[in-house]
């Protein structure tokens, strides 16, 4: 069966609807904003331009639209339809679900349009990290929740999680690529950036899933991710940087609200349980 998302609540369902909640409002006003920090101001510029074009909210302007999506969520292979595809996919941890991510993944969604396929993600719960490397497993951005609301928000059709664990891991490249990829998902495109890697100790990289395509019949596209070219974000020294997750954690740490919020593309939020401190 496919679950649905209903306002960041995971609800059964064979066909299912949620309404996309926006993120919390911009950072006016918050130490570190572009106003204080002049180093900063050329990537905040890219995050005013994102905004100026998908409204404050970072992607949906909440009271204006509320944008209604249909996104089916699979947790196991077994509940992916016998008769689904063909299919237009890619695959990664998505933590954050950051610029980078959203160019490789638009790119993918307008693919599967002119293809008439369905475009899907497939992404991995616990993060990797956490089963080869808990003791240095970096903190996580946003939980598996936030990240398929995210995920959803973008227009997928799918998102298929795979419960990351040792077994998965010791799949070949091309174990991983025929099973999951063409048996399951029907994939006539696969949709990867230029370092990816997948496959039994992260052995298969883009020739690798060329040699595929060629030997299974899929077509591979290869996209940049923002900040690597045509679209440069800039950091506090003025060099270009890929935006990446990592980035991001850096930022988090380093209380820089606002460099965060322009390589995620909208203001970063967390959630936790609100506890009553001693009288």
Avoid at 197 to 220: A, I, W, Y
């Amino acid at each position: 069966f496919a679950r649905a998302i209903m306002r960041g609540r995971l609800t059964p369902s064979t066909c299912c609807r949620f309404t996309v909640v926006p993120p919390a409002g911009p950072l006016r006003g918050c130490p570190g904003s572009p106003a204080d920090r002049p180093g900063v101001a050329r990537i905040a510029g890219n995050l005013r331009e994102f905004r100026s074009r998908h409204g404050r909210s970072g992607g949906v302007h909440g009271r204006q639209q509320k944008a209604r999506l249909m996104v089916h969520i699979w947790n196991d292979l077994s509940e992916v339809p016998a008769d689904f595809g063909p299919s237009v996919v890619t695959f990664g941890n998505f933590d954050g679900v950051h610029r980078g991510h959203q160019q490789v993944l638009s790119q993918l969604i307008r693919t599967a349009r002119l293809n008439h396929a369905r475009a899907v993600a497939i992404t991995f719960d616990p993060h990797p990290a956490q089963v080869h490397r808990p003791e240095s497993a970096p903190e996580l951005i946003m939980g598996l929740e936030d990240k398929l609301v995210a995920l959803g928000e973008l227009g997928l059709d799918a998102v298929l999680v795979m419960k990351y664990s040792l077994e998965l891991a010791s799949l070949t490249p091309e174990e991983f690529v025929a099973t999951v990829l063409v048996d399951s998902l029907k994939a006539s495109h696969v949709v990867v950036g230029h370092d990816a890697r997948f496959g039994r100790g992260n052995s298969g990289d883009l020739s690798t899933m060329q040699q595929l395509g060629r030997k299974l019949g899929f077509e591979v596209l290869v996209i940049s991710e923002f900040g690597s070219e045509g679209f440069p974000i800039h950091d506090d020294d003025g060099t270009d940087r890929r935006c990446s997750s990592t980035w991001v954690r850096e930022a988090l740490r380093a209380g820089d609200v606002a460099t965060a919020a322009a390589v995620l593309g909208r203001p970063h939020r967390m959630r936790g349980e609100v506890v009553h401190g001693a009288a």
